[in-house]
Nanobody, 116 residues
Framework: QVQLVESGGGLVQPGGSLRLSCAAS????????MRWFRQAPGKERELVAT????????NYADSVKGRFTISRDNAKNTVYLQMNNLKAADTAVYYC?????????WGQGTQVTVSS
């Protein structure tokens, strides 16, 4: 079965960095685009970044452009989100997402808290 397992969240000061990882299994990872979403308390889940199947293309939400980088390692079935210059507004639960044959799959999420 499809599994997405996020890791790498934590508490970081404003201006700091974190790298999130999402380990995928149960499907042909290299055949699907992958996405990171986030959901802050009291807000709707929002798309943060998307990476193409081969990792050569990416799209970002305006709020994270220039600070976040999505990448993938198809040999390791893993997608990453490098987050730099973090702000309090980036505090949220971050989710890995895959759309496979018409179905949407989510990981369990990893908490990112940006606070001094």
């Amino acid at each position: 079965q499809v599994q997405l397992v996020e890791s790498g969240g934590g508490l970081v000061q404003p201006g700091g960095s974190l790298r999130l990882s999402c380990a995928a299994s149960g499907f042909t990872f290299g055949s699907y685009s992958m996405r990171w979403f986030r959901q802050a308390p009291g807000k709707e889940r929002e798309l943060v970044a998307t990476v193409t199947t081969d990792g050569t293309g990416a799209n970002y939400a305006d709020s994270v452009k220039g600070r976040f980088t999505i990448s993938r390692d198809n040999a390791k079935n893993t997608v990453y989100l490098q987050m730099n210059n973090l702000k309090a507004a980036d505090t949220a639960v971050y989710y890995c997402n895959a759309r496979i044959k018409g179905l949407v799959y989510w990981g369990q999420g990893t908490q990112v808290t940006v606070s001094s």
